[in-house]
T-cell receptor
């Protein structure tokens, strides 16, 4: 069964460094998302992406964040200058349809630790 | 309460018993989705119920949706130790660009 994959599974970085989190959505999906989950807290929406542009972004998704779909398969989240509070599990998700049948499938996550 | 709040926060049952958890939300939705998360791991999609549906089944899972009360329930029948996990509801709010809003989850412990 097709699934969303994410790399790396765990990333440790120093504060102020740039990180790129990578995702390969399910191949026939058209809508892509990033969410994050700070330890012990709810899963929070960051950004949605469709037709090679951002559809919506949350307040968390400030100028330090960017997303890109550099080719036909990868979907990346870049954090330009990481802060301690960026430490979280980051999930990529994808869906084929919007609206009533927007069944979002999530990857296994990347645990980002900022020291 | 916030959009997508689960109740109870934690549930402890014996293997073989049924587990029921509820989710309440505040605004009109396209659909409501339930996910399972094992400790520190990814989110596994369990079931989606559309706003025009009232009940849906998948294996040992039964989900109901009451749009008049803005609530949903997830029932796991004949629970197994492997069902131990956190369960989250997530709402796809109309006019909100298909992003999902998650609740805080119900932690379920199934004792063998």
């Amino acid at each position: 069964e097709p699934e969303v994959t994410q790399t790396p599974s765990h990333q440790v970085t120093q504060m102020g460094q740039e990180v790129i989190l990578r995702c390969v959505p399910i191949s026939n999906h058209l809508y892509f998302y990033w969410y994050r989950q700070i330890l012990g807290q709810k899963v929070e929406f960051l950004v949605s992406f469709y037709n090679n542009e951002i559809s919506e972004k949350s307040e968390i998704f400030d100028d330090q964040f960017s997303v890109e779909r550099p080719d036909g398969s990868n979907f990346t989240l870049k954090i330009r200058s990481t802060k301690l509070e960026d430490s979280a599990m980051y999930f990529c998700a994808s869906t084929r349809l919007a609206g009533l049948n927007n069944e979002q499938f999530f990857g296994p996550g990347t645990r980002l630790t900022v020291l | 309460s916030q959009q997508g709040e689960e109740d109870p926060q934690a549930l402890s049952i014996q293997e073989g018993e049924n587990a029921t958890m509820n989710c309440s939300y505040k605004t009109s939705i396209n659909n409501l989705q339930w996910y399972r998360q094992n400790s520190g791991r990814g989110l596994v999609h369990l079931i989606l119920i559309r706003s025009n549906e009232r009940e849906k089944h998948s294996g040992r899972l039964r989900v109901t949706l009451d749009t008049s009360k803005k609530s949903s329930s997830l029932l796991i029948t004949a629970s197994r130790a492997a069902d131990t996990a956190s369960y989250f509801c997530a709402t796809d709010v109309r006019a909100a660009g298909n992003k999902l809003t998650f609740g805080g989850g119900t932690r379920v412990l199934v004792k063998p």
